[in-house]
């Protein structure tokens, strides 16, 4: 009874076991052991979810927040903010600072996403502007803001997720972190629901179906988007250069096309007629054209 109990858990983890296990056990730590660890990677390949409860507590949360600020006279969408430089421009031109280095005189506006929030005390905010593939830290001294009215009623409403736009100087903390201290912060955008942790999407399928939170997350993500439109523009750019053109087929043809395949149908109300999910896209690039010679 112990072998085929022990042959069921490890069928049941990461692995699978072809044959019984040769040993028998004989303790039943064995077996609390073995269920642990199959629990455990379960847990390691889907992040904690928040419950609907949650998010909507949160929601509704925040939402009065940004609209009790919005009360006070502020604009929580602002028209325009015009950065001049971005992120991985601001690394590029100013990591060479030392430790400790600031330029007051330098006159900075960047703009991207709050990706973290720490706060060390009231005169003391540290956040990830993360935008452009590039992050920086902000670190948001009091003394260097303008307004200390208007310093504490910015960073009490900033959470995780908001848009900013920071204007402020470029600097380097003592310990070496890339930083730009703001003069002033604008909220552009805040984010009225709540992101996943740090270590960002794990469940596959919530990735492929919440795309924007994965592409907000996780770097590799876009690497891999940025590399795909890179060769689709190259083999675009090519293909022009020797003469071919681009066309658009239909989506939705009034002909069954895929041969055996069988096919998504739908009605047209407008068109009165049934039409159905094109499967072999070549088919229409196979009608001679009025420009084929």
Known sequence: MLRRVTTKIFSSSSFSV???IPCR?????????ISFFSTSQKEHDQEPLLTSEQEANYFEIRKK???EYEREGQNIYPHIFSPNLTLGEFVEKYNSFRNGHKDQNTVIKVAGRLMSKRTSSKKLHFYDLQGQASKIQIMAPREFHEGQDQYDRIHKILK??????IEGFPGKSQKG??????TNITLLSPCLHPLPGWHGLKNQERRFRERYLDLILSEETKKIFLCRSKIIRFVRCFLEERGFLEVETPILSPKVGGAIARPFQTFSKALDTPLYLRIAPELHLKVRYPFHS
């Open 18 to 20: 072809a044959r019984p």
């Open 25 to 33: 056990l004989t303790r039943p730590f064995h077996l609390i052991k």
């Open 65 to 67: 927040s940004v609209e």
């Open 160 to 165: 995780k997720g908001d848009i900013v736009g």
């Open 177 to 182: 972190e890339l930083s730009i201290f703001p």
